[in-house]
């Protein structure tokens, strides 16, 4: 591919260190580049993001480089259409945001309180371990209500199916543990299933969904819900934590912290690209694609799009059109389990701000996100104010 110097120079280095100038100078000089080191064409430009996202029968996810369908078997995040419909429908009432509120309140609340008084009498912590992905991980784990299987067992699943796409992704032969996890996601949901447990997975085998189908989307579930939801409550921490003006605004009028939230997601989503294939020769913001090649939609470049949002660099709480941002997709793939997670981090940011006096950044902790695809901070290190007894 001739005629994009700035794909051309664009490394993946780069993008997972600090993608966001070289994003911003692909989005004015060639807002759809063709990046060999992506092996595919990057689209920064929003309005040719959401182009993309819509047009399902155009950018389809439905193609056997899909690695996480070669590990866990076809679901909603590799199928579209009719068949991707069948795969999500099932799921969608127990996310919607009332019964979501319902369901999970109280879960996410007992959860956040237990790990954040645990941490009260240290005046020390890293709140990406010790908080976010302990929390993200009970959250699913709830969510899924499988039987026989604790948090520790789902963590566990998850981080071997995680590790067997990796290696798919990088062109490796996948880890045999991948295959021995989905097995053993399998059993329990055949156990859920027979003892018709409270669980969205029951639904789903209800709205007629067979075993396997209920197992690949379950796997689907855990992915999205643990390794997004904790960069997402990562980075939002990180963010006010860092702007003393804007955390201020906030412990001044708690009511901003989702709008804090939503901002915390346009400039610095968990998920900074969605890949799409061709389906056929089109045309896209002035460039040639042909059919099966690999598009990525760069999430993180089109929530810092000038034309929609004006300074788009600086961290506001206050801005007006921050739910504007991408950072749940857009489309027929839009995160099933967005209000999970912003109920999640809501209730994660209050508490951390309310039971740790003067919670404030380690001045020798400060780490910026990194990653290529999943984006948040390698840890938050945070200082607070002991009570005396």
């Known amino acids: 591919m001739h005629g994009f110097p700035l794909g051309a120079a664009t490394t993946l280095a780069e993008l997972a260190a600090d993608p966001h100038p070289r994003l911003a100078a692909l989005r004015v000089g060639e807002p759809v580049s063709w990046v060999p080191e992506l092996g595919g064409w990057l689209v920064t430009r929003r309005d040719l993001a959401l182009e993309v996202m819509r047009a399902a029968e155009t950018y389809t996810v439905d193609d056997?480089?899909?690695?996480?369908?070669?590990v866990v078997g076809p679901s909603m995040l590799s199928t579209d259409g009719p068949e991707h419909a069948r795969h999500r429908e099932p799921f969608v009432d127990p996310f919607r945001v009332r019964d979501v509120r319902e369901r999970f309140t109280g879960t996410i609340a007992e959860e956040t309180a237990a790990l954040v008084g645990a941490l009260r009498g240290r005046g020390a912590a890293?709140?990406?371990?010790?908080?976010?992905?302990?929390?993200?991980?009970?959250?699913?784990?709830?969510?899924?209500?499988?039987?026989?299987a604790d948090a520790?067992?789902?963590?566990?699943?998850?981080?071997?199916i995680v590790r067997a796409v990796d290696d798919l992704t990088a062109g490796r032969t996948a880890d045999p543990e991948g295959a021995v996890a989905v097995g053993q996601l399998r059993g329990s949901v055949e156990a859920t299933l027979a003892a018709r447990q409270d669980s969205v997975l029951v639904a789903a085998a209800e709205g007629g969904l067979g075993v396997p189908e209920v197992v690949s989307n379950a796997a689907v579930l855990m992915f999205g819900g643990i390794e997004t939801t904790e960069?997402?409550?990562?980075?939002?921490?990180?963010?006010?934590?860092?702007?003393?003006?804007?955390?201020?605004?906030?412990?001044?009028d708690p009511d901003l912290v989702d709008n804090a939230i939503e901002e915390s997601?346009?400039?610095e989503p968990a998920a900074a690209v969605v890949d799409r294939y061709a389906t056929g020769d089109v045309e896209l913001g002035g460039a040639r694609i042909r059919g099966g090649d690999l598009v990525v939609v760069s999430i993180a470049g089109a929530n810092r799009d000038p034309a929609v949002f004006p300074d788009p660099s600086r961290f506001d709480v206050r801005r007006a059109n921050a739910r504007a941002h991408l950072a749940f997709a857009h489309g027929p793939h839009f995160c099933l389990g967005a209000h999970l997670a912003r109920l999640e981090t809501r209730i994660c940011l209050l508490a951390l701000l309310d039971e740790l006096p003067g919670l404030r950044l380690d001045p020798e902790g400060g780490e910026p996100p990194r990653g290529l695809v999943f984006r948040k901070p390698p840890s938050v290190r945070v200082l607070w104010d002991q009570q005396a007894e």
Not at 64 to 70: C, D, E, M, S, V
Not at 152 to 160: E, G, H
Not at 231 to 246: F, K, R, T, V, Y
């Open 64 to 70: 056997p480089r899909f690695t996480t369908a070669r």
């Open 126 to 148: 890293e709140l990406r371990r010790e908080v976010a992905g302990p929390l993200a991980v009970a959250v699913v784990a709830a969510a899924l209500g499988l039987a026989g």
């Open 152 to 160: 520790a067992a789902v963590l566990s699943w998850y981080d071997r």
């Open 231 to 252: 960069g997402m409550i990562a980075n939002a921490a990180l963010h006010l934590l860092s702007d003393p003006e804007q955390l201020e605004l906030v412990r001044r």
């Open 265 to 267: 997601l346009r400039l």
